[in-house]
């Protein structure tokens, strides 16, 4: 099947949720099917990376001007698109892809989040797929009330905004994808809506381990459910914490942590920024966190750490986005309390026994549930559903 894939970013190399789930996607889709990439190239792209994405894909790339995306913002304030819809509009992206429809037969269109949709929502002949990973509107929703003043304003609005956008959204594309029951549900479980979770690699756990840090926290810092949960979790938790034990430290790892993450560094705690490999330092790990109070969709560094073999603690609004993930079998769950949750870590950390055995489940899960292959098996199946009777033909055609 020939496929036309927007993105917003630049797959490679991935350092946020999208880029993980395009690259691993068009990865192991381009196995079987021919895709053509439409994306923005940013000044810092690597040609060396352009080069390796193009063994998987044809590459069409329109160069990011980010002076102008922010004059689209501006403009989006007196708009009824989503702010961040509009942040990614371009003039040379719409020719570019009109272009590649007038002049191209695909089988398939699928768009990548909905800031790409404006670009083809409107397109009729070919079926389209769009992967909105989580409910942008429950996003700003939370977002608004963890907010202040002017931002929490910002927020409302675009959660408003989103909505709309999501409804329309679930009308014109043939098949619309989140990553949870949770979000599904936040669109109004239309009967189009299809879930496709996250995935991760797995990796052999490493034996005999020898521990770098107690407490574990990873993610994209520039991410505000991240933020918010670190700041949270260091002003409110660990020193209830490390009351109970004292020599505890605890790592903050990920990429663009601001100026007030990389203040909490101290003899407990150390900021990293950017590391090669985040499951490195997950199997170094006695135990990841997950402390998050807002967001949506569902959160891949669970996920990550439990692809690692490092038991996690996440409150009762990260563990609603990982489906068949149960206390004390593939996760321990905590309130959004901080005595709570710190009871909770102090509980888990002095268990080492009951910590080895849900990191064994969880690892079963990982295999069964959420391996890239498994992903994009179910993600072949979304675009049969789609495509209907015209793939059968395509493939009947090949063989």
Request: proline content about 2%; aromatic content about 8%; glycine content about 2%.
């Given at each position: 099947m020939k496929i036309l894939y927007l993105a917003p970013r630049f797959p490679y190399y991935p350092l946020k949720g999208d880029q993980l789930r395009d690259y691993n996607q068009i990865k192991l889709l381009s196995k079987k099917h021919e895709i053509t990439?439409?994306?923005?190239?940013?000044?810092?792209?690597?040609?060396?990376?352009?080069?390796?994405?193009?063994?998987?894909?044809?590459?069409?790339?329109?160069?990011?001007?980010?002076?102008?995306?922010?004059?689209?913002?501006?403009?989006?304030?007196?708009?009824?698109?989503?702010?961040?819809?509009?942040?990614?509009?371009?003039?040379?992206?719409?020719?570019?892809?009109?272009?590649?429809?007038?002049?191209?037969?695909?089988?398939?269109?699928?768009?990548?989040?909905?800031?790409?949709?404006?670009?083809?929502?409107?397109?009729?002949?070919?079926?389209?797929?769009?992967?909105?990973?989580?409910?942008?509107?429950?996003?700003?929703?939370?977002?608004?009330?963890?907010?202040?003043?002017?931002?929490?304003?910002?927020?409302?609005?675009?959660?408003l905004r989103m909505k709309n956008y999501e409804k329309t959204l679930c009308q014109k594309f043939d098949k619309v994808i989140v990553v949870s029951e949770r979000d599904r549900a936040a669109l109004g479980i239309q009967e189009n809506v299809s879930i496709l979770p996250l995935g991760v690699d797995l990796r052999k756990p490493k034996k005999n381990k020898k521990y770098r840090h107690d407490l574990i926290f990873t993610g994209n810092m520039g991410y505000f459910p991240n933020q918010d949960a670190v700041l949270w979790f260091t002003k409110e938790v660990f020193p209830l914490i490390l009351k109970k034990m004292p020599h505890l430290t605890f790592a903050i790892v990920g990429n663009n942590p601001g100026q007030k993450i990389k203040k909490l560094a101290s003899k407990h705690i150390k900021v990293t920024g950017f590391v090669p490999s985040i499951y490195d330092y997950l199997a170094q790990a006695r135990l990841a966190v997950a402390p998050l109070r807002s967001g949506s969709g569902?959160?891949?560094?669970?996920?990550?750490?439990?692809?690692?073999?490092?038991?996690?603690?996440?409150?009762?609004?990260?563990?609603?986005?990982?489906?068949?993930?149960?206390?004390?079998?593939?996760?321990?769950?905590?309130?959004?309390?901080?005595?709570?949750?710190?009871?909770?870590?102090?509980?888990?950390?002095?268990?080492?026994?009951?910590?080895?055995?849900?990191?064994?489940?969880?690892?079963?899960?990982?295999?069964?549930?959420?391996?890239?292959?498994?992903?994009?098996?179910?993600?072949?199946?979304?675009?049969?559903?789609?495509?209907?009777?015209?793939?059968?033909?395509?493939?009947?055609?090949?063989?």
């Open positions: 990439l439409v994306t923005f190239q940013a000044a810092d792209t690597k040609e060396e990376d352009i080069k390796y994405m193009q063994q998987y894909c044809r590459l069409e790339l329109v160069f990011w001007n980010k002076i102008q995306s922010h004059l689209n913002v501006l403009r989006g304030s007196l708009s009824r698109l989503p702010l961040q819809v509009g942040y990614f509009a371009s003039p040379a992206m719409s020719a570019k892809i009109k272009h590649l429809l007038k002049h191209n037969h695909y089988d398939l269109i699928h768009v990548h989040l909905a800031r790409m949709a404006e670009y083809v929502k409107d397109h009729q002949g070919i079926p389209k797929v769009i992967d909105l990973m989580d409910a942008f509107s429950l996003n700003m929703r939370n977002r608004a009330k963890r907010e202040k003043l002017l931002f929490k304003v910002v927020s409302k609005v675009e959660e569902m959160q891949i560094k669970v996920l990550e750490a439990m692809a690692a073999g490092c038991p996690v603690v996440a409150t009762h609004y990260v563990s609603e986005g990982i489906a068949h993930a149960s206390e004390r079998k593939e996760i321990f769950i905590a309130p959004d309390d901080a005595q709570q949750f710190a009871d909770k870590v102090v509980q888990v950390l002095q268990n080492n026994n009951l910590c080895q055995q849900v990191a064994k489940t969880a690892l079963n899960l990982i295999e069964k549930e959420y391996t890239w292959n498994r992903v994009v098996s179910r993600l072949d199946r979304i675009y049969t559903e789609s495509a209907g009777n015209d793939l059968l033909k395509t493939d009947s055609s090949k063989e």
